[in-house]
Nanobody, 124 residues
Framework: QVRLVESGGASVQAGGSLRLSCAASGNTYSINRVGWFRQAPGKERDGVAQISYGAGITDYAASAKGRFTISRDYAKNTVYLQMNSLKPEDTAVYYC?????????????????WGQGTQVTVSS
């Protein structure tokens, strides 16, 4: 089993920055990819960014490209999401998720482990 704990969510003004953290524990050796997803009020949960846990290869949703950066500290078993130039439409609960399978997939069903989420609110 893998346990994921997110932190770093806050309320910020538009144009501000936040860094979210996702700390993994348990059988972390089984993790191949870690992703960040978000769910805005009344909307479906969408993928934001993901990273291969070993090689650090990244992939971004169109909404995140150029503003968000995903990274990982392998020694600390922590994945980060640096979010810059935040917009009100970035307001959502942000979830960290991990999976054992290889390759790029944004399907939630492919991610076996999920954190509890952290709230990000961006005001105009």
């Amino acid at each position: 089993q893998v346990r994921l704990v997110e932190s770093g969510g806050a309320s910020v003004q538009a144009g501000g920055s936040l860094r979210l953290s996702c700390a993994a524990s348990g059988n972390t050796y089984s993790i191949n990819r870690v992703g960040w997803f978000r769910q805005a009020p009344g909307k479906e949960r969408d993928g934001v960014a993901q990273i291969s846990y070993g090689a650090g290869i990244t992939d971004y949703a169109a909404s995140a490209k150029g503003r968000f950066t995903i990274s990982r500290d392998y020694a600390k078993n922590t994945v980060y999401l640096q979010m810059n130039s935040l917009k009100p439409e970035d307001t959502a609960v942000y979830y960290c998720a991990a999976r054992r399978t290889y390759g790029i997939s944004w399907r939630e069903a492919d991610f076996a482990y999920w954190g509890q989420g952290t709230q990000v609110t961006v005001s105009s």
